[in-house]
């Protein structure tokens, strides 16, 4: 397996443990390094703490902050950071209210492990 030289500091935000561990297993597999944040005011204190090269993130969150806010919040405060969203509502109307607030993709929940790789693999090198 092709690991990388330079680990990419990845932010994944995602309150269901399995999730979690799931994805943080495939970015440390992937040879980066992975912070975990459990809700919208963790995940934008570990992101101004770190300053990810990637943001995976849910949308549905415990707390006040989560959703199209919280990935607002997060672009806002870093604008060059890709962002990836895991979701199950794949509509047009959620679809286009994510991208507006600066998303760059969004992964469909269940998602397929491959899936999950090639799009961070693709994000991380600029694609």
Request: a negative charge.
């Amino acid at each position: 397996m092709h690991m990388v030289n330079d680990p990419a500091r990845i932010l994944i935000v995602e309150d269901e443990q399995a999730i979690q561990l799931l994805l943080r297993r495939v970015v440390e597999l992937m040879g980066h390094t992975a912070f975990v944040a459990g809700d919208g005011a963790s995940a934008l204190a570990l992101a101004n703490q770190h300053s990810p090269q990637l943001i995976i993130s849910d949308l549905s969150l415990p707390g006040s902050l989560h959703g199209v806010e919280l990935v607002q919040a997060l672009h806002t405060a870093h604008p060059t950071c890709p962002i990836i969203v895991t979701t199950g509502d794949m509509s047009p109307a959620r679809i286009a209210a994510l991208s507006a607030a600066g998303v760059n993709d969004v992964l469909s929940k269940p998602f397929d492990i491959p899936v999950a790789r090639a799009l961070i693999s693709s994000r991380l090198s600029g694609g």
